[in-house]
């Protein structure tokens, strides 16, 4: 649909096209005549849209302040699983991880030498020493959010502690690197840059992406790369910056059995953060944590 300057705008602002997005438009034009990949315009969320996500987000960030409060040595991963159920279905979410792509559980629990997409189960017993990376995804009113967290059992040995640190700013960096109308590869090299600075490798097998409208979205957000490259990030983007660090070797296997866990192959420790992050007009928001 071509849009003439005094129509209503596409996203719903209720403003007239000329004084809305029709400038943002024309910029994303030239770039992409210029040679740039540049988002389409399912990917450049609305202010309704935002706000969807934002709500989403509040009960995501909620079940892991609550995940926070309750993890402890002796519970099983299970128990944490129902927590997150019982605390999303609620408050009028749903857990979107559940049924996805048969994914058995709410959320993923990955403990220790997991990398990603751990399942919960009632024989996985958290022990003193653990870490554990518990990663939430929230559908309200068909809007998503997501993010993970690390959470340390008791007495951590040093070594543990520190890949959880550094995970942590790994994703600080990615999130720092952001400019609006910037490049997105420059966020996988701020995290490669500053990980392998630390003697820690970047798992390529999984990145980031898009989300709101779905659970995954373009563009995919890799963790590794090369500053100046990929897409244009503008603001309304939204998209999780969730960086997997590994102690020794950046390769994974997936568990042959459940078909979803994902460990380091030389059995190392592994960390990894999430966030779900809004490109604005002057920076970005953290909408989910
Ligand atoms: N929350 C995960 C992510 O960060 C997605 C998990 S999909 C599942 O992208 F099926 F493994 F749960
Ligand atoms: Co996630
Ligand atoms: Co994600």
Redesign the pocket.
Known sequence: MILSRNDSCWCGSGLKYKTCHFEFDKKIKILKKQGYIVPTKKLIKNKEQIDGIRKSAKINNGLLDLVGEKIKEGMTTEEIDILAYEYTIARGGIPATLNYDGFPKSICTSVNDEVCHGIPSKDVVLKNGDIINV?A?TMLNGYYS???RMFMIGAVIDEAKKIVTIAKECLSKGIEAIKPWGFLGDIGAAIQEYAQSNGYSVVWDFGGHGVGLQMHEDPFVFHIGTKGTGMILVPGMVF?I?PMINEGSHEILVDEDDGWTAFTADGSLSAQW?HTILVTEDGIEIIAK
Request: glycine share 0%.
């Open positions: 990663d995804t997501d993010a993970s999780t969730e999430e």
